[in-house]
């Protein structure tokens, strides 16, 4: 009993925590609705596990414990995956950024040398993102 009001505590702190978020804002509505959904059903795991056992039954797991598990490792790779494209799309830009501001120095110092005749171009550079 006092381990269920514990855990359940802790998935609301969870939940709290994530929707107080000041960043939250740009998290996608389908990530939103999968967490909430996640901290719903583990406090309903928690409350019945009977249920999650006969559950797991069903579709062919022995354990409500071995489900969990199994749903947890799913999860893992999909928050795994999910940082690793946002790490690699955060690398994208900011290669892009750099990009840029070197080729500005360059102009910058360039006409400073009197190496560059015409005027610098005050308009963004055009640099197409990587796919």
Avoid: C
């Amino acid at each position: 009993m006092i381990v269920q009001v514990i855990l359940v505590l802790a998935a609301l702190g969870a939940l709290v925590y994530f929707v107080r978020l000041a960043h939250n804002v740009h998290i996608r509505a389908s990530k939103r609705i999968a967490f909430f959904a996640f901290i719903v059903a583990n406090i309903y795991a928690v409350l019945r596990p009977n249920d999650t056992t006969w559950v797991a039954q069903q579709i062919g797991v022995g354990r409500g414990t071995d489900l969990v598990l199994y749903l947890l490792v799913v999860a893992f790779v999909f928050g795994m995956l999910n940082t690793y494209l946002r790490q690699r799309e955060i690398s994208n830009h900011l290669t892009d950024l750099a990009r840029t501001v070197a080729l500005r120095d360059a102009e910058l110092t360039n006409r400073d040398r009197g190496l560059l005749t015409e005027s610098l171009n005050t308009e963004p550079l055009n640099i197409e993102p990587r796919q």
